[in-house]
């Protein structure tokens, strides 16, 4: 499933540090502001002024598009209301209402005391109708797989009339959770999925009737749910680097204070290793609404096995380890994560254990291009998401990191390292996979022109990849309904349109690009292919030269996205690749553009994420070149500097250390699609920058540490986003493979998006760092992604080679053995 990339711009903090930036390992956040005194459950709104994603059908059931109209003329409490309005008698009609996309909310919180509410109106009075509460649990699949589609939901269906007689006249409806979940009922609350109103099976001779709705939500006065106070990088720390924890919790609720004893002890015999005092960090901190202490333990040292107690806190921390490599098998399971995504292979039980399955997708080798019909070989590639869309432009940011990981650590990444079929061909098991990626992305080339089509399609299954037979359709100019296939039909078809044959500008500048850094990357160890990786690139430029307009990626998950930061991108790492003047010429031309200079200067940009944020990989790729321009060089130094000291000053005034700005901090908050991508890009952008300077920046390296930290487990939901990492992982990622397969569990080193606050009513917090739930079906917030996972094997290896390592600042400590 994909998205579209949110925008934003809003003023950042006064900068406090100059260049250098503070080597101060002290808690630097002390704020104290006054917390605020609610955190009751936010509403979770079904309709207020618009309607979000839903359906409605019927037998004379008044429609606009497929859905229940909304009635402007029908006011009630200053908003809009929806107009149920059936022209002729009838037996059935039927509407659901559901979040944003189709994804599930939780009411598990709102179940005690909460209730369904909402204001209703008739026309004449004595109508009725039918509510109903579906669920969708893919969990239920284990129990019974004959029919998953039908075996994953519940639905409870009540009378109106149960709870109350509709009138002519405004009036208020609240009905408790518990009466429309019985206690004893299995439905899945975590995991509600829709809300239904229709009418089924009623006498034949049931007139016209029309009646209105108005502000549906479910309520609840209960407050949110606390999380264990104490949270740990649950995988660990090296026995070097800077060491801490977090403890946190409601102001009414936390019941230690600056100066409390806290003890590290060992696991083996609940031995007291060290111990220390608490620091604040700050006494109110919005993106968790807590008040947040910390405890550092820099100077244990010691490998081991260890557990933080602190005075006063009946719970102790998750286990955690010190230990040299304690980064390594991180970096093999994130690496191993697109074996797992592989499409049109077998993964075979000696690589793939418990999660071996048959071919997916086989049809990719005979898809259709929709605009003639023919017949054309997209087979291989990795599956992007938690769908089985390909997509040629999410491959260029993932593709890009996973190359840019093996030059900085080439030592990790060796042959038979990850277990993969290849391994042992004397080729690095990296450079294997990602082949994978980029034998697919030159299927992807149109061969008449040297244009790429945009991805393979569609991508929405309720099921395993080797299960999916359906048509694909190559992505017209106009939107393609997902409908539009049959379920068994036996073909692919590559996304193109009925009209122009689409080639997108953008999709073929970040495939030029991948191919051209990849030949420079394979050539030492396949020269052959790097040849065709650079023929292929080369081919593209010409596309990309005789279409100098923009060529818009078409319909589904497209947009009129700009496509100057793939084109520059595309002439960096061409010009690094080959050394031609027509690539470097391109590139002075371009790159001190506003486009793309704005993200060296930005305090609000966050990295990867934003519109042209490819320029950065852009003035990367050219700095590597041979015949690189110096003054390039002498103008992006400052630019770097200022941009690494704005990134670490924003890190050192989060309580959670990581780069995610604020609803505080002037406008929209980070926390939004992709959050933790959002936080690890920007040490990404600062690890390759200071790879391709050779810069040895200890303070990047502290960074990438801190993030990783937030990632596995320093976090307000004491979480590790890895799943199979720490006491408390994601278990629950949203995945047609895993949400089906018919096994409990999922392979290590996956990370999900994150917390998401702009989950429209659907948000499961009002607190922007809480805004997350461990659920197969909300991909707004548990979805991964192949650029997603890119980031964090970069970081993983930054981290466990100790990446410019050589002058790590001392720590300052607080505490004492």
């Known amino acids: 499933m994909r998205r579209t990339v949110h925008y934003r711009s809003f003023l950042f903090l006064f900068i406090l540090f100059c260049v250098g930036v503070s080597t101060s390992n002290a808690s ?14 936010q509403d979770i709104t079904i309709f207020q002024d618009s309607v ?22 029908e006011m009630y409490n200053g908003r809009p209301s929806l107009r149920f309005q059936v022209t002729e008698p009838t037996d059935w009609w039927g509407s659901g209402f559901a979040g944003r996309g189709w994804t599930s909310f939780d009411l598990t919180r709102y179940y005690e005391h909460g209730a369904f509410e909402f204001y209703v109106k008739g026309a004449e009075g004595g109508e009725y109708f039918s509510l109903s509460l579906q669920d969708v649990s893919p969990a239920r699949v284990i129990e019974n797989p004959a029919n998953p589609p039908d075996t994953r939901s519940r639905t409870l269906v009540h009378s109106s009339a149960t709870f109350f007689e509709v009138t002519p006249e405004w009036q208020h409806v609240r009905i408790p959770l ?60 090296l026995p070097v680097s800077e060491k801490y924890a977090n403890i946190s919790g409601f102001a009414d609720e936390l019941t230690v204070d600056p100066g409390t004893m806290f003890y590290v002890k060992r696991a083996s015999d609940k031995r007291i290793v060290y111990r220390g005092s608490l620091s604040l960090v700050t006494e109110y901190d919005i993106a968790s609404g807590e008040r947040v202490l910390r405890a550092d333990f820099s100077r244990l040292r010691t490998p081991g096995t260890y557990y933080i107690a602190v005075d006063g806190i009946d719970q102790d921390s998750p286990l ?36 071996a399955r048959p071919v997916g997708t086989p049809q990719d080798a005979t898809a259709t291009r929709r605009s003639d019909g023919s017949a054309v070989d997209v087979s291989g590639g990795w599956y992007d998401a938690g769908d089985t869309g390909k997509y040629v432009t999410f491959a260029g940011r993932a593709v890009s990191d ?40 030159m299927r992807m080339q149109d061969p008449a022109t040297g244009g790429f089509y945009h991805m393979v399609y569609p991508n929405v299954w309720i099921g395993t990849p080797d299960t999916d037979f ?30 122009c044959d689409i080639k997108p500008t953008a999709d073929t500048g970040s ?42 990626i078409p319909g589904q998950n497209g947009g009129e996205e700009p496509d100057g930061d793939n084109r520059l991108w595309a002439a960096a790492t061409l010009f690094r690749a080959t050394g031609e003047a027509q690539y470097n010429d391109y590139f002075l031309e371009h790159y001190q553009t506003p486009e793309f200079t704005r993200f060296w200067t930005s305090t609000t940009d966050s990295g990867y994420h934003d519109e042209g944020a490819l320029g950065m990989l852009a003035v990367f790729a050219y700095l590597q070149a041979d015949e690189a321009d110096s003054a390039v060089r002498e103008w992006f130094i400052p630019q770097f500097q200022a941009y690494r000291t704005t990134m670490l000053t924003r890190m050192e005034s989060r309580p959670w250390r990581n780069f995610l ?83 409990e569990e999922m392979p290590k080193g996956y990370m999900p998006g994150g917390p998401n606050w702009y989950d429209g009513g659907m948000a499961t917090s009002r607190f922007e760092a809480k805004a997350y739930i461990d659920s197969g079906t909300n991909y707004f917030v548990n979805e991964h992604a192949i650029y997603y996972n890119a980031q964090l094997v970069l970081n993983a290896t930054v981290a466990a080679s100790g990446f410019h390592a050589s002058t790590t600042p001392r720590l300052a400590t607080t505490g004492g053995q």
């Open 470 to 499: 359906r048509t694909r359709y190559l992505e017209n100019c106009a939107f393609i309904s997902h409908q539009a296939a049959s379920f068994t039909e036996p073909d692919r078809t590559i996304i193109d349109s009925e009209q």
């Open 52 to 73: 979000k994603d839903s359906w409605a059908a019927g037998n004379h059931l008044e429609t606009v598009e497929g859905k229940i109209p909304v009635d402007t003329n």
């Open 402 to 441: 996973l190359l840019y990981t093996y030059e900085i650590a080439p030592q990790l990444f060796g042959d038979d390292t990850l277990n993969i079929p290849e391994s042992g061909n004397s080729i690095p098991d990296l450079l294997d996979e990602i082949r994978w990626e980029l034998d697919w992305l």
């Open 320 to 355: 955690f380890k010190v230990e040299r490599d304690i980064y390594r098998d991180l970096v093999y399971d994130a690496s191993r994560y697109y074996y797992y995504q592989r499409a049109g292979f077998e993964l075979e039980e000696a690589y793939a254990g418990l999660f």
């Open 661 to 743: 700005l604020t609803s505080e901090d002037g406008s929209d908050s980070d926390y939004f699609w992709g959050s933790n991508s959002v936080t690890l890009g920007s040490t990404s952008v600062l690890a390759i920058g200071n790879y391709v300077l050779d810069r040895h920046d200890p303070y990047t390296l502290r960074a990438v540490y801190r993030n990783l930290n937030y990632i596995l487990g320093v976090n307000p939901l004491q979480l590790s986003y890895v799943s199979g990492y720490g006491t408390n992982s994601v278990r629950n990622i949203y995945s047609d493979t895993y949400n089906y397969d018919l096994i």
């Open 178 to 237: 518990q009466e429309l979940v019985p206690p004893a009922s299995d439905f899945d609350l975590t995991q509600t999925w829709n809300i239904g109103i229709s009418v089924s099976y009623a006498p034949a001779d049931l007139g016209p009737t029309t009646f209105w709705i108005n502000d549906m939500k479910f309520t609840s006065p209960d407050q949110e749910m606390s999380f264990p106070p104490i949270k740990v990088n649950q995988l660990g720390y």
């Open 28 to 41: 630097s956040v002390v704020q104290m502001t006054t917390p605020p005194l609610d955190r009751t459950l």
């Open 511 to 552: 495939a030029v690009a991948m191919l051209a850094h990849a030949a420079v990357v394979y050539r030492p160890v396949d020269a052959a292919y790097a040849n065709q990786l650079l023929d292929a690139a080369e081919y593209g430029w010409e596309y990309l030269a005789a279409h100098p307009e923009h060529i818009a």
